[in-house]
């Protein structure tokens, strides 16, 4: 009787058979499940293509950029994982600490800041040398090592404001975390956001108090300092940031400066300098730069102010041919001021580097003005008459000057940037050097400029700042609001090469000016960004009207009217500033963590959340899974039965269908339905464009293009279909009467649809990704490319991003969306394997012919054939 009894129970336990309205509540909540996966997973994957591509694009991002980034694709990891375990009834719950491991480090890497020194508040100059510059800035760094170790020189003397104090005044005011909100709260992108930005920080920093430790230090070394003087002294304040004046970074003129500074307001001007940090120069600079804002930390420097009878700069080696064997110096009566801010065309001597020195070239300009020091306090401009045209330097001063360089370059094993001045009884002192920032000029070809351009220029003369040949609309830049409508492209034309329009430079094509010298600032960035800037020319603003095309040649001292294609035929490109900086080398860093695939081989025993390394290995093993447990035909045989089948059709693929409701005419038992079963609007468009037009197979391909299928194949294991799985070959539809999702992969290449088609425009919308392929990366941009071009012809919204191509439509009548979704079945099939031919132009020109001739006679027609 106890077997009977056991079995009699067990009959009683078992719960009954599920309605089909269970059925399909169950199916529903899978099907939420899926599609919030899926959603998941293609916004991860749309965001690292992006970061991706930051790595090849020659436009400059942030550590903002970064950061908003990782933690976008880290949500939607999260976001697919918890789906994935409401689709399997928490059967993957061990995802959740590999993703928190790999979150982890990736916050490590993102929260890495530079070590701190151990160092005093503040430092006499007496103390420093150039092995500091973690601590007082490159630049005071060098000036200490200028007053110490190098014989012979005059040196002003002063003290330094460190690191330390820095972090002391951030610390003591609270400032850095705020500071950060706001920067990661503001997209960095236009001009108006910046100086908004750079408003409400600097605000902040000059608001705040200085720590009673830190004012006590200061003012105990100026009383140092105006002991050993001889009594009360005037002092200049210059920035020396963490990375300021180092090899390729100068920080030319953006940070700021303050000269002839009394005692009572030394505090008040640090306060300015430190907030000069966020001045829009600056936070553009960065950007440009690579450079994270975590990592440059304010120093400042405090020297004895000299009141200069002339001053200016030189560079112990030309700037724009290191081929030339010729020091530069500019000079100007009165303080350097108007050489390094370029609001004075000065006097220019070239004198050679071979001994005896020798002067090569002597060029007096006109300079009408000049600054001076105030008794007090504070500098002021004055005009010049007669004084003006006559030379701020003697020959035997040039002399002297050029025996400097050469003395600096070999102590600092480099060619060099030196800012001098002559005080009133022509004592020479040496206020600051930094390493030159050096071009190799390229060569020309053979012709002449006259030979090369049949046409009369539009301007003549002038001064190269920085070499180079391009073409642009002339914009001219008078005032900073005209920094907010400045065109990318455009050439940079403007009386005085400001400091202040450095912004503009990642994105103009060259500049040309009226006045300033070739050692100023500006010039200085326009050869660290490689911009074509021609200076001093004297009438540029007179002469180039605005909005005009024109082409630069800064080589030549020539600007033409229109396009000179024979010049702009030898333009080199400009190359990524990006490049090896910090910013950059922290995105490598993080993708390290998030992009590399290494789950290849879905049948592989390793196939397993254990293997997971990165957030990409997440996201397959989690598509695949899910794909997997929602066909699993045999663990859902009821769900199966009503709502998954089989789609039996005339095409060399299998083809799956998920019934979510009323996308059948009628139930239909079974594994297997025919097209003549459906009832989803939507997917029988796509169906007539997949169908439209037998696909021909794989195009001929060329040795090349064989080749680079190989390498790929060699090289990304991930595009092996052996690799890909049962469940990864699946095309299937998700479907309801006028809702269809198409998820796709034909040999290397996949692409989604999604899309609601209906009698209310206002909700219709279809969203394409289509991505992949086996040839290599130029190949399959270039095949993205055609994919643009078709159907931005069909009036799609076209974005490529790395090999991916995305495409949107919406509001549009039913008529419409139908027809583009005939267009979208076609172009999936029939693109495939294109990428083998995309560096054959007559091919390419061939298969966009192809496609929009089957398109137009086919495709479109294929309702009324229907």
């Known amino acids: 009787m106890a077997p009977l009894l056991n079995w009699l129970k067990q009959r009683l336990a078992r719960k009954p058979p599920a309605s089909l309205e269970e059925l399909r509540e169950s199916f529903r909540k899978k099907y939420h499940a899926f599609r919030m996966l899926l959603a998941a997973n293609n916004t991860a994957l749309h965001l690292m293509t992006e970061m991706e591509l930051a790595l090849h694009s020659s436009q400059p991002f942030g550590m903002n950029f970064i950061r908003s980034h990782a933690t976008a694709v880290s949500v939607n990891v999260f976001s697919l994982i918890r789906s994935l375990n409401e689709l399997t009834n928490n059967k993957y719950a061990s995802l959740e600490p590999v993703f928190s491991s790999i979150q982890t480090r990736l916050e490590e890497v993102l929260s890495k800041r530079r070590a701190i020194p151990e160092v005093d508040l503040v430092l006499p100059l007496s103390q420093v040398t150039k092995e500091m510059a973690d601590r007082v800035g490159a630049k005071m760094a060098n000036v200490g090592e200028l007053r110490n170790q190098v014989p012979g020189l005059t040196v002003p003397d002063g003290f330094v404001m460190t690191v330390a104090a820095y972090e002391l005044f951030l610390a ?8 950060n909100r706001r920067i990661q709260s503001m997209e960095l992108e236009d001009m108006a956001t910046i100086y908004r930005l750079s408003s409400e920080i600097q605000m902040l920093i000059i608001n705040a108090e200085i720590p009673p430790a830190l004012a006590e230090a200061m003012h105990q070394a100026y009383d140092n300092l105006a002991r050993d003087l001889g009594g009360k002294v005037t002092v200049s304040l210059r920035s020396s940031a963490i990375g300021e004046d180092s090899k390729n970074v100068s920080f030319a003129g953006q940070y700021r400066s303050e000269l002839n500074v009394s005692p009572d307001n030394l505090l008040t ?28 930390a304010m120093c400042v420097g405090c020297m004895q102010m000299v009141d200069s009878k002339a001053g200016g700069v030189m560079y112990s080696r030309h700037p724009t041919d290191s081929r030339r064997e010729e020091i530069v110096i500019n000079a100007v009566h009165g303080l350097a001021k108007l ?7 000065p006097d220019l001597y070239v004198i050679s580097r071979s001994k005896p020195l020798a002067i090569l070239e002597k060029e007096i300009a006109d300079k009408q003005q000049k600054y001076v020091c105030l008794p007090e306090e504070g500098v002021c401009r004055e005009e010049l008459d007669v004084e003006g045209k006559t030379p701020a330097l003697t020959d035997e001063q040039v002399l002297e000057l050029a025996d400097i360089a050469l003395r600096l370059e070999e102590h600092f094993q480099g060619p060099q940037d030196i800012e001098w001045c002559l005080d009133q009884h022509g004592r020479l002192y040496i206020l600051q050097c930094r390493p030159l920032q050096q071009m190799e000029q390229e060569a020309r070809q053979e012709a002449g400029p006259q030979e090369l351009v049949s046409q009369p220029p539009l301007l003549q003369g002038g001064q190269m700042a920085s070499p180079g040949v391009a073409a642009g609309e002339a914009y001219l830049v008078a005032t900073n609001a005209d920094l907010l409508s400045f065109p990318s492209g455009a050439v940079l034309v403007t009386a005085v090469p400001h400091p202040s329009w450095a912004p503009l430079l990642s994105r103009a094509a060259a500049v040309v000016t009226d006045r300033g010298g070739i050692t100023g600032h500006l010039a200085n960035v326009a050869r660290e960004f490689r911009v074509p800037a021609l200076f001093n020319t004297g ?35 400009r190359t990524s500033l990006m490049v090896g900086t910090p910013v950059y080398e922290t995105l490598q860093e993080v993708l390290k963590l998030i992009s590399p695939l290494n789950l290849t081989n879905p049948d592989s025993p390793d196939f397993k959340t254990k293997s997971c390394q990165t957030f990409h290995d997440i996201l397959r093993f989690a598509h695949e899974v ?9 663990a859902n045989k009821e769900l199966s039965k009503h709502f998954i089948k089989r789609l039996v059709a005339d095409v060399p693929m299998q083809w799956w269908v998920l019934d979510l409701e009323d996308g059948l005419r009628q139930d239909t038992p079974g594994k297997e339905v025919h097209i003549e079963d459906i009832a989803s609007i939507p997917m029988l468009a796509l169906w007539q464009g997949i169908t439209a037009v037998k696909w021909e197979g794989p195009p001929p391909v060329d040795a090349r293009g064989f080749m680079s299928i190989l390498g790929q194949a060699a090289s990304r294991p991930e595009l092996d279909a052996a690799n890909v799985g049962f469940y990864g070959n699946l095309n299937y539809f998700m479907i309801s009467k006028n809702f269809c999702h198409l998820s796709s992969r034909f040999g290397f290449h996949f692409s989604t649809v999604e899309t ?27 095949r993205a490319r055609l994919v643009q071009e078709v159907l931005t012809r069909y009036h799609f919204k076209v974005d490529i991003k790395g090999d991916s191509v995305f495409a949107r439509l919406e509001d549009e009548p039913l008529d419409f969306m139908l027809e583009r979704l005939r267009i979208l079945g076609y172009v999936s099939v029939h693109t495939r394997q294109l990428d083998m031919v995309m560096l054959n132009q007559d091919q390419v020109n061939y298969y966009y012919q192809k496609l929009i001739d089957d398109i137009e006679n086919f495709v479109l027609p294929a309702q009324a054939a229907g």
């Open 756 to 782: 609601l088609a209906g009698e209310d425009r206002h909700e219709n919308f279809i969203r394409f990704a289509f991505k992949g392929g086996g040839a290599d990366f130029g190949r399959r941009l270039g």
């Open 269 to 296: 001007v640090y306060k300015e300098i430190l907030a000069s940090k966020y001045a829009p120069t600056a936070i553009t600079y960065r950007l440009n730069k690579g450079i994270r804002d975590e990592d440059v």
């Open 539 to 573: 009438v540029a603003t007179q002469k180039i009207p605005p909005g005009t095309m024109i082409t630069v040649d800064a080589d030549g001292l020539t600007v033409y009217e229109g396009k000179v294609e024979s010049l702009l035929a030898h333009a080199t490109q």
């Open 626 to 634: 899910a794909v997997r447990e929602l066909f699993d035909y045999d």
């Open 172 to 179: 003591h005011n609270e400032l850095q975390d705020e500071i």
């Open 339 to 345: 050489v390094v801010d370029g609001s004075s065309s």
